[in-house]
């Protein structure tokens, strides 16, 4: 990115998920997704039509399945990119937690969580992603991770090829204070913008969420916070600020240099 960008204007979507129940899910976000009309990115919570599920065999659709055709819909209604991931069965039969990056031509792009929750049995259920994805709009460089991810700050970090790191998630209230610290640090030591998507409401399995969705900037303060609010939230980016920041402050010039295996 360079100061000649246009701003980005992202939209968040936080909410209850209907269990198990993607043609419920399906009818209300897309409800929601007319009041993100404007926005240039648009971004649902991680398994979005069921809720974190591990029941990937029943619940997983083919990869051009009904949700993604909807997916695409609302990406050319809306006019926007509009992400968030659910359950997939890959071409090769194995099941992904696939975050899908809808955009208003009707194309798509993807990408498969790579770190599971094994304290939920997701490694069980799921096969890992292996490829860090970085997509494009309005010249935006946008990193999409999901939930669990956040955890893991190798697999995040790239400062000089990521404008705006994306997290999309289930993130349940019992460690919402790690949620909160996370999201910080990730905006600071990667000199970029971040916005974290989360769920409210509870679970199947009786697990609340607190939602806590929330857009930074580059020094990891609060551009928009909503709480535990149901809602679409919007905020502006704007490209010259994190452009300047970066040239007054460049301590990615200073970082380690590493690879990760297999990449």
Known sequence: MNEQNDDLEVALVQCELA?????????????????ARGADLVV??????TGFSMH???????????TTAWLREQAQRIGAVVTGSLIIQAADGS?????????????????????????AGEHK????GEE????????????????????FPVWSRDP?????????????????????????????????????????????NGHPYSGDSQVLDFQ???????????GVFRVTLAAAELAAYRQRFPAYLDADRFYLAGQ
Request: proline letters at 6%; charged letters at 25%; glycine letters at 6%.
């Open 125 to 128: 259920h799921y096969a890992a």
């Open 44 to 49: 649902l919570p991680e398994m979005f039509s």
């Open 160 to 204: 000089e090829k990521t404008d705006l790191l994306l997290y999309t998630a289930n993130w349940p209230a019992a460690r919402r204070h790690h949620w909160n610290r996370l999201l910080p640090a990730r905006a600071i030591e990667n000199l970029c913008y971040v916005a974290a998507v989360n769920r409210i409401g509870n679970d199947g």
């Open 132 to 151: 860090q994805v970085v997509l494009e709009v309005k010249g935006w460089r946008v990193r999409t991770l999901i939930c669990y991810d956040l955890r």
């Open 56 to 66: 990937s065999a029943e619940l997983a659709e083919p990869e051009d399945g009904p």
């Open 19 to 35: 269990w198990q129940d993607p043609a419920t899910n399906r009818e209300y976000l897309a409800a929601q997704l007319e009041q």
């Open 220 to 230: 990891g303060e609060a551009l928009l916070a909503p709480g535990d609010a149901a």
């Open 95 to 119: 099941y992904r937690n696939r975050l899908l990056w809808a955009r208003p031509d009707g194309s798509l792009a993807h990408y498969d969580k790579r770190h599971l929750f094994r304290m």
